[in-house]
Structure formats: structure tokens, C-alpha cells
């Protein structure tokens, strides 16, 4: 079978970039497509076969070129997976799945992962703006809290004992 494309690696090796070479090379291809390896790496032999393998294409050796046979690996790793919420504000799940995990709100999990159970799991149980019973403050530069409503009042650096961040 004749492939699809070729790239011409030159004497690059897999330590020097020939992986991003072969990466781009294969984008535009279709799962099954050939793409024929080029190359004068010594370790080419060695490299290209793992390589493969790692990112789930196939290497085949019809003489002296290598040919490439892309897999469809990327394509089914996102095949089934889910949206981890809505990552607009306002919009935090009440119960959260627990296949989630600590994913992201709004990203893309994949399927099969763990299930990760916490004693927490309602956003009621731990979700507040602020604690009931008590006013919200802001801790000032001497450690003191005062009410967010006044604001922080200036701060300076201390006349005795400066620490080294201090400049002023």
C-alpha cells in the first residue's frame, strides 16, 4: 500500500525534534493512513518504534523506509467523556459527580477514571459567602481585622527591626 505522505527527517533524532515533525505530519491524516519516515538518525531504528507505540500508531519496515500507520488513539481518548459542569459563574452543580473528581469546572474528563467519594460532596454543606453569625472583614498589614466596609488602612513598615522586603 502506497502512503498517504511522507516526511524527510534528515539526521534529526527524537531527541532533537523529529517527534514534532512526525506529530504534525500526521494531523491531517485519517486513522489507517501511511505516512513514510524519512530519516539518517542512527537511533531512528531504535527511537521510532517506541515512539510510535507511546502515541498509539504502528511502524511497519518494507525496506529501508519506515511507514508509519496512524492510529486512531486520539480520537477515542475523548470518546464518551464528559463535561465536568458549567464553567460560568452562577452555575455550580448541587452534587457534583463523583467521577469528576478534583477536575475543573467545564472540563473535559475522560471516561474510566476513579471514582472519588469525599465526606463533603453537597455544595450546600460547604458552599457560603460568609460564615452565618458573622460580619465579613479583611485582616489588616498588622494582623488586626477591621470591617470591609472601612477599608484596609494604610500600612508602613515598621521603624524597628525592618525585614528585608521592606524598602521604604
Given at each position: 500500500m502506497t502512503p498517504a505522505a511522507s516526511v524527510d527527517l534528515a539526521g534529526l533524532g527524537f531527541d532533537e525534534g523529529a517527534h514534532v515533525l512526525l506529530?504534525?505530519?500526521?494531523?491531517?491524516?485519517?486513522?489507517?493512513?501511511?505516512?513514510?519516515?524519512?530519516?539518517?538518525?542512527p537511533q531512528l531504528r531504535v527511537h521510532l518504534p517506541a515512539w510510535c507505540r507511546a502515541n498509539g500508531h504502528r511502524v511497519e519496515w518494507s525496506g529501508p523506509t519506515p511507514v508509519i500507520v496512524?492510529?486512531?488513539?486520539d480520537d477515542q481518548r475523548w470518546l464518551g467523556a464528559v463535561r465536568a459542569g458549567s464553567p460560568g459563574p452562577g452555575s455550580v452543580d448541587p452534587r457534583p459527580a463523583s467521577g469528576w473528581g478534583l477536575a475543573a469546572r467545564g472540563s473535559l474528563v475522560e471516561e474510566g477514571g476513579?471514582?472519588?467519594?469525599?465526606?463533603?460532596?453537597?455544595?450546600?454543606?460547604?458552599?457560603?459567602?460568609?460564615?452565618?453569625?458573622?460580619?465579613?472583614?479583611?485582616?489588616?498589614g498588622s494582623g488586626a481585622r477591621t470591617p470591609r466596609s472601612t477599608g484596609t488602612p494604610p500600612w508602613t513598615c515598621p521603624t524597628t527591626s525592618r525585614p528585608p522586603w521592606c524598602r521604604s
Open positions: 506529530r504534525r505530519a500526521l494531523v491531517p491524516l485519517r486513522p489507517g493512513a501511511r505516512l513514510a519516515v524519512d530519516g539518517r538518525h496512524r492510529g486512531d488513539r476513579p471514582e472519588v467519594h469525599f465526606d463533603l460532596e453537597e455544595r450546600d454543606l460547604v458552599w457560603a459567602a460568609v460564615a452565618p453569625g458573622s460580619t465579613p472583614t479583611r485582616r489588616t
